[in-house]
């Protein structure tokens, strides 16, 4: 089976400060992993993956997350946060042997303040 | 590229009767889909999974026979939820995968349901 935690259920960070929000997963084979926002009361918003190659990669809006396959991490990071930043965040992962299901973690709500 | 896009956005409906909301992919083909409920702040509960032009794989402890979902066309999902209840009140988010070797899956903007 698969499975994805994120730790946190509430990130806090001040504006132009980084920003990391954790994830760490696990599954029988290869992972696929990847990031997704949400705002509320909308659907969920694709930031990046990680298939293979590169242990960190770049996706949408400054963001990039890390993969590390000895800790099982993805973690979500962004050099300088923005106000508009603050959303809901949601790790997930897909065992790329087993299908195209994805499973998601619960979710951390990233709130940035000036 | 890659949206979908999903209607109604919010809906209000009356103990007893149907709604039926769609899933569709604007500017690709999706061979599967994904129906997702989603709880206020928690994270998303897969329902079913949606492929098209044969029925719909359910999860364990979803009921089929209420949550109706058929995929007629490469770019159409449906979900029905039959005889509604106030505990069906939720938000209802679809994704699709457009395949052609992408990996990553692509959301619907979600619908409000509220049984009354």
């Known amino acids: 089976a698969q499975s994805v935690a994120q730790p946190e259920d509430q990130v806090n960070v001040a504006e132009g400060n980084p920003l990391t929000v954790k994830c760490t997963y696990s599954?029988?084979?290869?992972?696929?992993l990847f990031w997704y926002v949400q705002y509320p009361n909308r659907g969920l918003q694709f930031l990046l993956k990680?298939?293979?190659?590169?242990?960190l990669v770049k996706g949408s809006y400054g963001f990039e997350a890390e993969f590390n396959k000895s800790q099982t991490s993805f973690h979500l990071k962004k050099p300088s946060a923005l106000v508009s930043d603050s959303a809901l965040y949601f790790c997930?992962?897909?065992?790329?042997?087993?299908?195209?299901?994805?499973?998601f973690g619960t979710g951390t709500q990233l709130k940035v303040e000036l | 590229g890659a949206v979908v896009s999903q209607h109604p956005s919010w809906v209000i409906c009356k103990s007893g009767t149907s709604v039926k909301i769609e899933c569709r992919s604007l500017d690709f083909q999706a061979t599967t889909m994904f129906w997702y409920r989603q709880f206020p702040k928690q994270s998303l509960m897969l329902m079913a999974t949606s492929n098209e032009g044969s029925k719909a794989t359910y999860e364990q402890g979803v009921e089929k026979d209420k949550f109706l979902i058929n995929h007629a066309s490469l770019t159409l999902s449906t979900l029905t939820v039959t005889s509604a209840h106030p505990e069906d009140s939720s938000f209802y988010i679809c994704?699709?995968?457009?395949?052609?070797?992408?990996?990553?899956?692509?959301f619907g903007q979600g619908t409000r349901l509220t049984v009354v």
């Open positions: 997930a992962v897909r065992d790329m042997t087993r299908g195209n299901k994805l499973t």
């Open positions: 990680y298939i293979t190659g590169d242990n």
């Open positions: 599954v029988s084979g290869n992972p696929y």
């Open positions: 994704s699709a995968l457009p395949g052609g070797g992408r990996t990553e899956a692509f």
